[in-house]
Structure formats: structure tokens, C-alpha cells
């Protein structure tokens, strides 16, 4: 908002600074149930080219907080962005493996790419689901980050996405 007053345009930002948060609230706890017998199923790991993730102090853990994910790369320990190896990928035995990669990733390989490739990583093996979410929607805590969200909300089981809803969050304020 300070940005939109310093530059005049005040209400153009107060409309975004609108959106934002009301995008942010359908996606508040998606991966979230409220049945406790359930079995939901949401330890995630966010992995980028590299095996770089982000713990629960950046914002990709923020969003998967938010989303009612479980970081599982927080079991080792993980804060700030770190690197996560194949091997500790493999005993985490993540429910949801969600793979950040870059427009561009495709045409141009690269070896920090491989590693999202990796033939062990492959879901049917490991029983977990794989998600692709490009990398500009969490570079930066801009309005693609209700993008990010929305995109893995939408992935949420149908159980999982009845109760979403409450309360907006660790992501209810942009500033």
C-alpha cells in the first residue's frame, strides 16, 4: 500500500491489496480436515532445481502452512532455504512432492535440473503426488504468491477442500 500512495496510485492499490486477500482467504486451509480419523495425507516438500527448499521462515513455507501442508523437510531441520538430497528426500517419504521449475526449464537443461528429474523420485515409486508450480510464483512476495496458492489448492483432495475457509492465516497480511 505505501508503495501505491508514494507513486498516486492509492486506490489502484488498495483494489490489489483487496483481491489479494480475498484470494488468500479461498485458499486458507485446503489441504486441511476436519475429520480427525482422516487420513489426508499433506506432508509436502517444495523442491527447486538443485534440491533447494525452503523451511518454515521463508515463504514457501509460509504458503504451505497456510495451505494446511506440513513442511517435511523441517524434520531435517530445515530453515531459511537449504538443499534437500535425494536420500533425504527418499526417507522423508513425502505425501506431496511439489516441483518448482522455471519457464524455460525444458529448453534450456541444465545439471541443477536433473535432480528434479531423478528416476527415484518418480512417483509411482515413492506412492506420492507430484506437483509442477513454476518458480515465479514464489520467487517473490508479490500477487503471484495467491496464484501459487490457488494452483495447490485446486489440487487438494475433495475432503480436504470442504473446509476450507476460517481464518486467513500466516499469509493474511502482505506487507
Known amino acids: 500500500l ?3 500512495e508514494a507513486i498516486g496510485q ?5 483494489r490489489l491489496n483487496a483481491e489479494y486477500r480475498s484470494a488468500l482467504r479461498r485458499t486458507a486451509g485446503a489441504w486441511r480436515t476436519n475429520d480427525p480419523g ?3 495425507h499433506n506432508r509436502a516438500v517444495l ?3 538443485g534440491g533447494f527448499t525452503g523451511g518454515a521462515d521463508t515463504l514457501a513455507g509460509s504458503v504451505l502452512a497456510h495451505l494446511g501442508l506440513v513442511d517435511a523437510a523441517q524434520r531435517f531441520g530445515a ?8 536420500e533425504e528426500l527418499l526417507r522423508l517419504r513425502p505425501d506431496i512432492l511439489i516441483i518448482t521449475v522455471g519457464a524455460d526449464a525444458a529448453r534450456e537443461p541444465s545439471m541443477s535440473i536433473d535432480v528434479l528429474r531423478h528416476p527415484a523420485l518418480r512417483s509411482a515409486a515413492l506412492g506420492m503426488r507430484r506437483i509442477v508450480a513454476p518458480t515465479t510464483d514464489w520467487s517473490c512476495g508479490t500477487p503471484l504468491v495467491a496464484r501459487a496458492a490457488a494452483r495447490l489448492a ?3 483432495p475433495r475432503a480436504a477442500r470442504r473446509t476450507v475457509g476460517g481464518t486467513a492465516g500466516p499469509m493474511a497480511d502482505p506487507r
Open 47 to 49: 523442491l527447486g532445481a
Open 2 to 4: 505505501e508503495v501505491g
Open 38 to 40: 482422516g487420513q489426508l
Open 154 to 156: 485446486a489440487r487438494a
Open 79 to 86: 530453515e531459511g532455504w537449504g538443499r534437500v538430497g535425494i
Open 10 to 14: 492509492r486506490d489502484r492499490a488498495l
